[in-house]
């Protein structure tokens, strides 16, 4: 069982900037190198929405269009954990934000699949 453990939300100006931890918990023996992760988001009212990706065989990263050029997806595998660094915060970026792991991925390198481990979300709110 993977446990993932979000952190680093909170409440930004506009322009702002956060970064985002996905850690595995400390009872967790998986290496989050060997997973799919990815970021996904959703905002009140509406679907959830993947915002970024990392595979796991080579590291190739997907972002979508929303997000693309101020958001960075990176691990770092000593600390078995992911971060997503966001910066040029807008008020549309407001949402829960979780992350999620696959030894499985679909077409855009996210992870996918019946047995993609969630967790528990982080709360991000843009705003003045």
């Known amino acids: 069982q993977v446990q993932l453990v979000e952190s680093g939300g909170g409440l930004v100006q506009p322009g702002g900037s956060l970064r985002l931890s996905c850690a595995a918990s400390?009872?967790?023996?998986?290496?989050?190198?060997?997973?799919?992760i990815g970021w996904f988001r959703q905002a009140p009212g509406k679907e959830r929405e993947r915002v970024s990706c990392?595979?796991?065989?080579?590291?190739?990263?997907y972002y979508s269009e929303s997000v693309k050029g101020r958001f960075t997806i990176s691990r770092a595998n000593a600390k078995n954990t992911v971060y997503l660094q966001m910066n040029s915060l807008e008020p549309e970026d407001t949402a829960v934000y979780y992350c999620?792991?696959?030894?499985?991925?679909?077409?855009?390198?996210?992870?996918?699949?019946?047995?993609?481990?969630w967790g528990q979300g982080t709360q991000v709110t843009v705003a003045s």
């Open positions: 999620a792991a696959s030894l499985y991925s679909d077409g855009t390198l996210c992870p996918a699949g019946s047995s993609t481990y």
């Open positions: 990392i595979y796991s065989t080579d590291d190739r990263t």
């Open positions: 400390s009872s967790s023996a998986f290496a989050l190198d060997n997973f799919n």
